[in-house]
């Protein structure tokens, strides 16, 4: 297995100083592959708005962040506009749209999502994911999945409950705050784009990990100075001492 990447002012072997309590998971692109669906969904709206934005863009912009937001962080950054009447109309026209793209996505676990859920399991670790998705959205994924609380997975956090979403740390809290750690510390938060990076280190976990298996390449993930790169869920494991 080959462990791709970097820990920062890393010298000799590297241990964590905290007993790890949690891991949270991104969803899309970290531990479930849509074929980034919603992200070409998200374009497809901005683009039946009068615009011609790329995939790339869109996942450069808004890769990871609630789509609200998203919506209004590419049109800022592409198209040098501030509308939020205009975002909303987007908004609410991508939510008809990915409807309508669920009725036939076919979804899958990410490889070997389902095998490391079990091992931090054997370990009384928590798997917790968190995502930008609202509720409506995340659910329906997981129930494609099969994926049931208490068996694949502990928690979900979702854009949908809190106020400040990434990169702010308020998922992160909460999901601290639901399970009773009171310490970041004992938590590892591990994402596939640069604000999933930011959020894990506002939240002050042990560890903000990137994987490259979704939105952002090895380069757009290490621009965010993660404490480790990996490209396969397992490498996650022998992280965890």
């Avoid at 592959?33 to 497809?44: G, H, I, M, P, S």
């Amino acid at each position: 297995m080959n462990l791709v990447c970097f820990l920062n002012n890393f010298i000799g072997p590297f241990n964590l100083k905290q007993m790890i309590r949690m891991v949270v998971f991104d969803m899309a692109g970290t531990t479930i592959d849509e074929n980034n669906v919603v992200y070409k969904t998200l374009q497809k709206a901005i683009n039946e708005n009068g615009f011609n934005i790329s995939l790339d863009q869109v996942l450069e912009e808004g890769a990871g962040k609630e789509k609200s937001q998203a919506i209004k962080s590419i049109l800022k950054e592409y198209a040098e506009i501030e509308d939020n009447k205009r975002t909303g109309e987007i908004y609410q026209h991508f939510i008809i749209l990915l409807n309508e793209a669920y009725r036939y996505l076919d979804v899958k676990a990410q490889p070997n999502a389902v095998e490391l859920f079990k091992i931090l399991k054997q370990r009384n670790i928590l798997v917790i994911l968190n995502t930008g998705y609202n509720s409506e959205t995340a659910y329906s994924l997981l129930e494609k999945l099969g994926w049931i609380k208490g068996v694949e997975f502990d928690g979900l956090i979702t854009a949908s409950d809190v106020n400040n979403n990434r990169p702010d740390p308020d998922m992160i809290l909460l999901a601290m705050k639901r399970f009773g750690i009171q310490d970041a510390t004992e938590v590892i938060k591990l994402g596939d784009s640069i604000i999933d990076i930011e959020e894990g280190r506002n939240a002050g976990c042990a560890l903000s990990i990137g994987i490259t298996s979704g939105a952002h390449s090895f380069k757009q993930l290490e621009s965010a100075k993660p404490d480790f790169i990996i490209d396969d869920l397992l490498e996650l494991v022998p992280l965890i001492r």
